[in-house]
């Protein structure tokens, strides 16, 4: 059976690789690791289907069901050989190879012309300032300590980046904004 990729399935798959873990853990982990950033996982059912996917792919297989009284019934999931082998073929396709990945800025920008200028240059200050707070919380993130240690490097590629793209964007944007103000940018609003 053919699996489709996605952040999800690599996540559980990459948890998996430490060891036996129930789903409310695996969603645990996440968040408080911090991959909720890179990783959707706000809706915990479309944690539990994919773990029934994956599953029924033979990727994980499901162990014992632990019992305590504090919690429901929490069955733990294992990572199969198979499940490990297609982790790490996902892993370097995703490191090596770019992909057009569909973002909703790019496409609400293919469509700025439908409003003025004016109202352009507005909405985009507002990103602007909205990206300024994303930038101080990613780099808080990144001196940030457990039991008052800093976090290893390797764990925080993703926040790195996501720090590089957002300041990229910010200053793309702060050019915008200049064309923009000096009517070096400008366009008639409507249908082109």
């Known amino acids: 059976m053919t ?3 996605s952040t999800l399935a690599m996540a559980i798959l990459g948890l998996l690789e430490n060891g036996p873990m129930h789903p409310y853990g695996l969603q645990r982990l996440i968040k408080q690791w911090g991959k909720d950033q890179v990783v959707n996982v706000g809706q915990r059912t479309s944690l539990y289907r994919m773990i029934v996917r994956l599953e029924e792919a033979g990727l994980i297989t499901a162990g014992a069901t632990e ?3 504090r919690y429901p019934e929490r069955t733990v999931y294992h990572l199969t050989d198979e499940g490990r082998e297609v982790c790490r073929t996902w892993l370097s396709e995703i490191l090596t190879t770019p992909r057009n990945e569909f973002p909703e800025f790019p496409a609400g920008l293919s469509f700025v012309m439908l409003l003025p200028p004016e109202a352009a240059g507005e909405l985009l200050g507002q990103r602007r300032e909205l990206l300024t707070k994303r930038i101080a919380e990613l780099q808080l993130e990144l001196g940030s300590t457990v039991d008052g240690k ?3 490097r390797f764990a925080l590629l993703e926040t790195e980046y996501q720090v590089a793209v957002t300041v990229a964007e910010a200053e793309w ?3 915008v904004l200049h064309d923009l103000n000096s009517g070096k940018l400008t366009w008639t609003p409507g249908p082109v």
Do not use: W
């Open 67 to 69: 019992r305590d009284e």
């Open 3 to 5: 699996f489709r990729r």
């Open 150 to 152: 800093p976090i290893p």
């Open 173 to 175: 944007i702060d050019g």
